[in-house]
């Protein structure tokens, strides 16, 4: 069996190497758009309201609140200019952030005069501190309750974030095809991350190959019902991205690229999570039938499919939570809000992702029940049947009359066991009469009653 998953998902995995080593931009420049500056560093050591004014000029009257402006002066702590103090006057606003002293924020040089204000533009806050941080306890709370398993999970992690920054990215910022790029990059990864984090085994084998099957699924849904709906994915992320490389994208293939990335994360949790089931189940139980096992851990899945499902829809909502803020003040109806570009892409990854994961249930835990019963690593023990004992029966309890046979006692239906038919009587156990020489009393054959032999 073993040998059989092995020539089977083989050339898939051959096959997503090769993809990625051809889809890859050997020997191609970096690719660079109309950045806005280069990032440097700074500390804010004074912050004050007050008006918006130019250098030079001066308030007249009571401007309100609608000239006020937030003056700020930073120290640059890296860059050309380090240790050089800035002002900067920034809008107070609604919507705008709030700066005071001791805040660490980002700006953006413009390769001017490094020793002028000007050449500097406050972009954001620094947040690399408390990032690291959570990341650490993240990492800490995976090592504690996996384990050593914790930590492959955590290496599949940094696999998995190593092909989406050296091969994803850069491939489709070169032009190349996104949907063809995340196929590649997909299934690169989920052989990578599934057989690091759990180990090369059948029952790996078995998440892998549903997670396969509803990946392709996925794929097929998306791209059919995408062209069906006309969705361009020209999203502001898109239009932006395609402004700053200068060049046209393919924003349908990164809308089918997203969904197919999207949906692998909990194609894995699924999948893994009923190859387990079964795996389980047939420890338990090792006589059960694949059918049997197919029926049991299917009553998990389904239970398993709905949680799965509602995450899923969540997450995308929550992705799409200014969209649906936005669509709800407008005054065009639910069915216009719904098919918008926004939405119905949304409704599209959503509902292809669902499916997938609807059918990875009772794809992986069928293909899941074939292979373990064929396992001989999993197979039922044996035990040492009696030599009265039927081969048929091997694996039933053992009747009143083998457990006769077998102790030398009377069945239960008062017949006498006989094992000497021709009257030779074995020698008398030890647990007789003490000094009298004879065995246990025995029923009379014809009276019932209890005699001495």
């Given amino acids: 069996m073993r040998i059989l998953l092995a020539s089977l998902l083989a050339p898939f995995a051959l096959?997503?190497?090769?993809?990625v080593v051809l889809l890859y931009p050997w020997g191609e420049p970096d690719v660079t758009g109309h950045a806005v500056g280069e990032p440097v560093h700074g500390d804010v050591v004074a912050s004050e309201l007050g008006p918006c004014l130019s250098p030079g000029q001066v308030q007249v009257?009571?401007?309100?609140?609608?000239?006020q402006c937030q003056t700020v002066e930073i120290t640059l702590t890296d860059g050309p200019a380090d240790g050089l103090t800035i002002t900067q006057n920034l809008p107070a606003g609604d919507g705008n952030p709030r700066f005071a002293?001791?805040?660490?924020v980002v700006l953006a040089y413009s390769g001017a005069d490094p020793q002028a204000g000007s050449s500097y533009q406050v972009q954001d806050f620094q947040r690399g501190l408390p990032l690291a941080l959570l990341a650490g306890l993240f990492a800490l709370a995976v090592v504690v309750l996996g384990r050593w398993r914790g930590v492959a999970a955590l290496g599949a992690l940094a696999v998995t974030a190593g092909i989406i920054g050296l091969f994803v990215l850069p491939s489709i910022l070169h032009g190349g095809d996104p949907l063809l790029v995340a196929i590649a990059g997909a299934g690169l990864i989920m052989f990578v991350a599934l057989y690091t984090t759990h180990g090369l085994s059948a029952r790996t084998s078995a998440a892998v190959l549903g997670t396969m099957v509803s990946l392709t699924l996925i794929g097929v849904l998306a791209a059919v019902f995408a062209g069906a709906a006309r969705l361009?994915?020209?999203d502001e992320s898109t239009s932006t991205l395609i402004g700053s490389l200068g060049h046209a994208v393919d924003a349908r293939g990164l809308l089918l690229a997203g969904i197919v990335i999207g949906a692998l994360g909990v194609l894995d949790d699924v999948t893994v999570t009923q190859?387990?089931?079964?795996?389980?189940?047939?420890?338990?139980?090792?006589?059960q039938s694949w059918r049997e096992l197919?029926?049991?851990?299917?009553?998990?899945?389904?239970?398993?499919?709905?949680?799965?499902v509602n995450t899923l829809v969540m997450a995308y909502a929550g992705a799409a939570l200014p969209t649906l803020l936005l669509a709800s003040l407008s005054d065009v109806g639910l069915g216009s809000v719904l098919t918008s570009q926004e939405l119905a892409a949304e409704i599209v990854r959503t509902l292809a992702g669902s499916i997938g994961i609807i059918a990875a249930v009772p794809v992986t835990t069928l293909l899941a029940a074939l292979i373990v019963v064929r396992e001989t690593n999993h197979a039922a023990p044996t035990t040492a049947a009696t030599p009265r004992t039927r081969p048929d029966r091997a694996d039933s309890a053992p009747s009143d009359r083998d457990r006769a046979d077998r102790d030398h006692t009377?069945?239960?239906?008062?017949?006498?066991?006989d094992d000497d038919p021709g009257g030779a009587r074995s020698p008398e156990p030890r647990g007789g009469q003490a000094g009298s020489g004879r065995g246990p009393a025995r029923p009379d054959r014809h009276t019932g009653h209890m005699r001495d032999h």
Avoid at 276 to 285: C, I, M, P
Avoid at 294 to 308: E, T
């Fill in 15 to 19: 096959a997503a190497l090769a993809a």
């Fill in 61 to 67: 009257g009571d401007p309100g609140d609608r000239g």
């Fill in 101 to 104: 002293a001791g805040d660490a």
């Fill in 232 to 234: 361009t994915g020209l």
């Fill in 275 to 287: 190859a387990s089931a079964v795996w389980e189940l047939h420890r338990a139980d090792p006589r």
């Fill in 294 to 308: 197919y029926g049991a851990a299917l009553r998990i899945g389904r239970a398993h499919v709905g949680s799965a």
């Fill in 410 to 417: 009377a069945p239960s239906d008062g017949a006498p066991a």
